[in-house]
């Protein structure tokens, strides 16, 4: 099977993707992979794709990017980097976070110190409005999967605050 | 304030000391991350509100009690030795000391406690502590925190915790690590073997300097990979527990080789004591590698137990930003192996030769190493 994108050499990275409920397969020769940044291993590109971030999108173009309101942070700067640009951010790339943050850690939810001074108002409030508009996004374009994780999440969320 | 010459002076408090397994666990160290809120992590900040925020914090660390008379100096105002210096002594990290102007090095007196501004979070505070003794390491470093924290607001968040720039560090912000000196295992080839069981376990092993640097020296780093999801206390507690069993396998395998293999280990030492004192070319690698097993040697009461505080300090002293700075001047790579021999030749001259009756006789019911 010859590469997708230049035509010429052997396929050896398959990647399949759902976009509107069509299933996508493109195939990839390892130089035009490593040119998508498909298996770069220095970027979060590829964790992104397997741990839901963009659902590999960023193989086609990249649809009206998220930035971060507060410090103008593009979320393909934080995919590349891995770095976040300020504590906002976490509530603005927040969506897909939580599996990002399974496979790096032992839980998702802080169990340690608190400092005295933090109140309820250190509680990511973006958060929950970027889900419900998530959902709502979720549910006019009938992806009834992604709406029920975000209903779940929204529900988890509102339960704790 | 303390100069820099008086820091480079003194040996640092955990040389000094004998804390608790010093024969395997060199140091522990705390290092947490904290961040500001409302203000932009270091990475993406602009440069002038970087240079604002370092300009705010710095004063408040430098108040801190444990900061009695400290060094405290914007990184822009060292030159690439000077930080090097600082990498080598393990206060200020690798990724800090490529850093210019907008970030700064605030150390204690002893060089117990060191606080970095602006590294990839606002703050990086690091204790440090001889032996196995995570649990102090971490209350003086609890206690610094809480004061600072009723200075200026940190980002945390309920469900996150601390806030920090990579997602790794986010939760607890901790990093719990202690410096392994593990011979007996590397010799016995069962290093790889200890490695991949704890990397299974959550935690990371890596070579003396952090990430991706090699384990000379037979230097390793145990360290919690996990921030979020786990008490302070319990990762520190777990992380104690796994670095007591290595010890136990390390001691196993420095037994074992001196019954089974007792002439190669009397080599080692016997051939690091010759190289070490004679040689005069002597690669940062290679000497190292000896300063490893004379310090072995130490251990297993081949050589006289005080000389094992000179091996530590001259581990660090042979470093190239050591040897630079002593000389003065930048040094190319073979005036520094050359400089290397000399410090080594001259700082062992009176170093008695290996004991060597440890191969003759039936291995002792209790080995004085343990």
Redesign the interface.
């Known amino acids: 099977m010859l590469c997708d994108v230049c035509k010429q050499k052997k396929a050896t990275v398959f990647l399949t993707q759902i976009v509107k409920g069509e299933m996508q397969k493109v195939n990839l020769c390892e130089n035009c992979s490593k040119e998508k940044g498909v298996t770069d291993p220095t970027g979060f590109a590829l964790a992104d794709m397997l741990l839901g971030f963009g659902h590999g999108e960023k193989i086609e173009t990249v649809p009206q990017e998220r930035t971060c309101p507060v410090c103008g942070m593009p979320q393909s700067t934080f995919r590349k980097t891995g770095r976040l640009g300020c504590a906002k951010c976490y509530g603005v790339f927040g969506e897909g976070m939580d599996n990002l943050l399974k496979a790096m850690h032992k839980g998702t939810r802080h169990t340690g110190k608190v400092p005295a001074r933090a109140g309820s108002s250190h509680s990511i409030a973006p958060k929950l409005e970027e889900l419900k508009a998530a959902l709502d996004e979720a549910v006019k374009g009938e992806h009834f999967e992604d709406a029920a994780r975000l209903r779940d999440e929204i529900r988890r969320i509102s339960e704790t605050v | 304030m303390m100069k820099f010459a008086t820091l480079l002076r003194k040996p640092p408090e955990w040389m000094q000391n004998d804390g608790p397994h010093r024969d395997i666990v060199i140091t522990s160290r705390i290092r947490l991350a904290r961040?500001l809120?409302?203000?932009?992590?270091p990475?993406?900040a602009r440069k002038e509100d970087r240079v604002a925020l370092m300009q705010q914090l710095q004063p408040h660390v430098e108040s801190l009690p444990e900061m009695k008379d400290c060094f405290s100096e914007d990184l822009g105002n060292l030159d690439a030795i000077r930080k090097q210096v600082l990498v080598e002594k393990h206060l200020i990290s690798r990724e800090q000391a490529a850093k210019a102007g907008g970030s700064a090095a605030v150390i204690n007196r002893d060089q117990s406690l060191s606080i970095m501004i602006n590294e990839?979070d606002h703050l990086r505070m690091q204790s440090i502590r001889s032996g196995l003794d995570l649990r102090s390491a971490f209350a003086a470093l609890?206690r610094v925190?809480?004061e600072l924290?009723?200075l200026v607001?940190?980002?945390?968040?309920?469900?996150?915790?601390?806030?920090t720039?990579?997602?790794?560090n986010?939760?607890?912000g901790?990093r719990a690590s202690a410096m392994l000196h593990l011979p007996g295992l590397v010799l016995s080839e069962q290093v790889n073997q200890v490695i991949s069981a704890v990397n299974k376990i959550?935690l990371a092993v890596r070579g003396l300097y952090g990430e991706g640097t090699e384990a000379l020296a037979n230097l390793f780093q145990v360290s919690n990979q996990?921030?979020?999801?786990?008490?302070?206390a319990d990762i520190i507690a777990r992380l104690e527990r796994v670095i007591e069993q290595i010890i136990n396998h390390e001691q196993n395998a420095r037994r074992k080789l001196i019954e089974d293999q007792p002439h190669k280990v009397l080599d080692h030492v016997g051939r690091a004591y010759a190289i070490l004192r004679f040689a005069h070319i002597l690669e940062s690698k290679e000497a190292l590698t000896h300063l490893s097993m004379l310090r072995m040697g130490s251990d297993l009461g081949m050589l006289p137990p005080a000389e094992g505080k000179v091996i530590d300090t001259l581990l660090m002293e042979i470093q190239p930003a050591h040897l630079q700075i002593s000389a003065q001047r930048k040094l190319s790579a073979e005036e520094r192996d050359i400089l290397r021999a000399e410090v080594l030749r001259r700082r062992l001259a009176n170093l008695p030769e290996p004991i060597t009756d440890i191969a003759t006789g039936p291995p002792p019911e209790d080995p004085p190493l343990i």
């Open positions: 961040n809120e409302g203000s932009t992590f990475g993406w990839e609890d925190d809480t924290e009723g607001p940190y980002a945390f968040d309920q469900r996150f915790g601390y806030l720039a990579c997602p790794t986010l939760g607890t901790m959550g996990h921030t979020l999801g786990e008490r302070e």
